[in-house]
């Protein structure tokens, strides 16, 4: 269970932050409505300037348009018929056009009559004007008309029959009488009253419109409207310092406020983890079996947990505190304790630990072993030593059980060692008693004919050398028993076969089976032990002629080879086989298939094998039969 002031910081964290989230929240939404509000105002204010600029720049185009009537009003006075007067209207025409922004051409008219300009055609635009003058004895603007690719407008003024026309381009008006500032700030358009563009003028990039404003021309030019849009609006220096000071102030409280928030989830889950982990410690301590007990650098206890606790019969009160001679140390054994003592004060406690005799609060002795390492704290600095306290009493009861059993089964493997020895001797040496007692039988009728003395001789002969080879089987099997390692030799197979079939050859032509053997040309030299592989071979040719008894066909196949670097023997028969239920048992010692068996002979052929660090194995003959191969290391 955690302590009551975790507790109650852990349960609370979402009401703890309801607050900061509360004013910080509101704080971004003081700063966004500031933010609003500045930006509204400058809008509103970035607007009045742009009306006061449009109306501004209204007036200076009306103002222009005033000083292009009152520079009219001296052309009505002069007249083309008059010689000395032509030239004055020539003179006045040039001024007009080199210091009136947007004259392309003036002209005088007598009635309908053209008496002084350029000759030109008369747009029907014009033409209307003309009307209107007459009617109106005032000057009257005429409607924009196309002339030349470029749009104009005409100023009209009428005196008695005498009418004065100015030409106006609106391209050229706006180039000359828009300032330059005007239009780096704005782009000035003027609009017929259908929409379309007459003249225009910016130095600002076009992008997306930000302020706008429109107004018309009137009276000069019918249906002429002034169009000014803001495609780059100034913003304000203080309101953008003020701007990145509440971005960076909102980034620096927002960034604060979650490291706050992420160092108190941390403190938060490493307080749970350090509870999670003192109580996950506590229940290992306290389900340890082995004693723990720790001694700060003067030798008193500090900590014990229940497993030491309830090995010596004490309370951890009771050893808390404690300097040596400490209540639990055996009295019989005092000096033991204090060595081991004063070896751990040294730093020179055992590695491998020290057995130790406790004794029990109730008397009874405990055995233990004593693994002392030193104690270091978090910093580095050792602050004692620790000492892990194993009971050993049951381990040192059973290890003198175990001591006496092993007493009787070295006495019970020595009676089966002996057994396994007469059982081999009875099976190895049956061939070469065997054989023995045949040459016998034939050395007792040759010594009767004295006509055979030469063939009784090698009949001596071969019965010395059956006589040495059963000794030699006596020996090697005495030693494989024995578990002794193996005294190889080099080894000729070929001739360790064909000896092997030299032996087994008589009986085989007793029961009518006939034995061929498969060798290649030339077989290599294996380090091997003779006797015993021999023996290994004969069994196996043993067994398979006691598995063709009863065929009517009988053959078995001896054959070698050399595969992957191993030496592969094989004997092969066409007997009756082996029973499936039976082959995974048929290297088990004291299991045969036969009526009389012993069941040693296969046992001790892989034995043989394994000791030449090779396989004996059994296969299903697929011509009928059974075949057992070995593979031997070259």
Not at 126 to 154: C, G, M
Not at 303 to 330: K, Q, T
Not at 432 to 451: G, N
Request: proline residues 5%.
């Amino acid at each position: 269970m955690l302590p009551p002031a975790l507790t109650s910081s852990s349960s609370s964290p979402q009401r703890l932050w309801l607050w900061p989230r509360i004013a910080l929240v509101l704080f971004l939404l003081a700063m966004a409505s500031l933010l609003w509000y500045s930006h509204r105002e400058e809008r509103e204010e970035q607007r009045a300037v742009l009306i006061s600029d449009v109306l501004w720049m209204e007036q200076d185009l009306r103002f222009h348009f005033n000083q292009v009537e009152e520079q009219l009003r001296p052309l009505l006075q002069l007249h083309p018929q008059q010689p000395d007067q032509l030239a004055r209207l020539q003179q006045h025409a040039i001024f007009m056009q080199n210091n009136s922004a947007g004259i392309v051409a003036s002209q005088l008219w007598q009635g309908r009559q053209l008496r002084f300009g350029p000759q030109q055609g008369v747009p029907a635009e014009l033409d209307a004007a003309f009307r209107l003058t007459q009617a109106s004895r005032h000057a009257v603007f005429s409607a924009p008309f196309k002339y030349q690719r470029e749009n104009h407008i005409a100023v009209l003024l009428q005196q008695a029959n005498i009418t004065a026309v100015a030409w106006i381009s609106l391209p050229r008006l706006i180039e000359q009488q828009v300032p330059w500032w005007f239009a780096h700030r704005y782009q000035l358009v003027l609009q017929d009253w259908q929409g379309q563009v007459l003249a225009s003028k910016s130095s600002v990039e076009a992008g997306a419109a930000q302020l706008s404003y429109q107004l018309a021309l009137e009276p000069p030019g019918h249906g002429i409207n002034l169009q000014v849009t803001a495609y780059q609006v100034q913003s304000s220096l203080t309101r953008n310092l003020l701007v990145a000071a509440v971005i960076c102030l909102a980034i620096i409280l927002l960034y604060s406020w979650w490291r706050l928030r992420l160092n108190l989830q941390q403190k938060l889950q490493a307080e749970a983890a350090l509870q999670q982990e003192h109580a996950f410690r506590q229940a290992m301590e306290d389900s340890l079996a082995v004693g723990m007990r720790a001694r700060n650098l003067e030798g008193r206890i500090i900590y014990v947990n229940p497993a030491f606790c309830r090995m010596v019969g004490y309370s951890a009160a009771e050893l808390i505190g404690s300097m040596p001679p400490h209540p639990y140390w055996d009295p019989a054994d005092i000096a033991t304790h204090e060595q081991l003592f004063q070896q751990v004060l040294a730093g020179n406690a055992p590695l491998h630990g020290q057995p130790t005799t406790v004794r029990h609060r109730d008397g009874h002795l405990v055995q233990t072993m004593v693994y002392t390492a030193p104690l270091i704290d978090a910093s580095g600095v050792q602050r004692g030593w620790m000492s892990s306290v194993v009971d050993v009493s049951e381990q040192r009861r059973v290890e003198a059980l175990t001591h006496k059993q092993e007493q009787v089964l070295q006495q019970t493997a020595k009676l089966v060692t002996m057994g396994e020895m007469a059982s081999t001797l009875a099976h190895e040496l049956n061939q070469p008693l065997m054989a023995l007692s045949s040459y016998a039988s034939a050395a007792r009728e040759l010594a009767q004919q004295p006509q055979q003395q030469a063939l009784l001789h090698s009949t001596l002969d071969k019965i010395a050398e059956q006589a040495q080879r059963a000794a030699r089987i006596v020996k090697r099997i005495r030693e494989f028993v024995g578990r002794r390692e193996m005294e190889p030799e080099t080894t000729d197979i070929s001739r360790m076969i064909h000896d092997a079939i030299s032996l087994i050859a008589p009986e085989a032509r007793q029961r009518k089976v006939k034995l061929s053997v498969e060798l290649p040309a030339a077989l290599p030299m294996l380090q091997a032990d003779r006797i015993l592989l021999q023996q290994v071979l004969l069994n196996l040719i043993n067994n398979a002629l006691d598995a063709c008894a009863g065929m009517e066909k009988r053959q078995i196949r001896i054959s070698a080879e050399v595969v992957e670097n191993q030496l592969q023997l094989c004997v092969c028969d066409n007997g009756k086989g082996v029973a499936a239920a039976d082959e995974a048992r048929l290297f088990e010692a004291f299991y045969s298939t036969k009526p009389q068996g012993m069941g040693m002979g296969l046992a001790i052929c892989r034995s043989i094998i394994e000791n030449h660090h090779g396989q004996l194995w059994f296969e299903p003959n697929p011509d009928g039969g059974s075949c057992f191969r070995c593979c031997l290391p070259l």
